[in-house]
């Protein structure tokens, strides 16, 4: 399995993608510094943060806007490896293999889901620091809202970059079925929303119950991507 994953970071120069990658951390980045310590977000007439509401704390931007951009970021990965080969009949010929189809998409799949998790991971460690450690040097206009020295920091970054980057698979069961890229990054979004969305005072992103119904979905979804594959195009 780890060579075949190997084989489709090669095959679709992953390169690539480390450099959008580093791209998007770096943006992030740049804009949270900008707003914690350069005062971008200070409204003009009091100098206070113009926050909105749920948005206090730094430690919640980050993760808003990092799962966003990563959720989209998977489900177009999910796209270029898996989608696209069945829209150009690619995949027909991947399947001549003598490796059982199922093993050929999984690996797919988990070659998605490693990048993209340790690409999630890593990102949101960078700005946190970036931010933590220029807390004594410079005033910060809004709180951080963590601690670096807290075991339970690393704990719940590491369980929401898995349940983000684990919504691709519900992406790319719903791409797959409908052929199509565009309705996979389509879903990204949308299941973005469900999870950050927010109705008045009700909002979803603090509902302990709605990311493991998320979590279950994505892991359905992940199987159903490759149950019965090895007759489904055969009859």
Known sequence: MWKLMKLEWKKNKTSKYIVSAIIIIALIGLFMFAQCYLGIANDESTGVPDAVPG???MAVQIELFTNLCFLIYTAAMMSTFIITPYK?????????YPIKRKKIVLSQMLAVWLFSFCALLLG??????LLYTT???MKAYFLLGYNMASVSFYLQIILKSIITVSLGFIAL???KGMKSSKAAIITSFLLFIVMNGSVGDFTLRDNSIVPVLLISAS???AYLSVHKLEVKDLK
């Open 135 to 137: 807390a004594g040097n």
């Open 124 to 129: 949101k460690l960078l700005i946190y620091t």
């Open 173 to 175: 069961f719903v791409g």
């Open 88 to 96: 150009n009949n690619t995949m027909n010929l991947m399947f001549c």
């Open 55 to 57: 948005m206090e704390t």
């Open 219 to 221: 892991l359905i979804c």
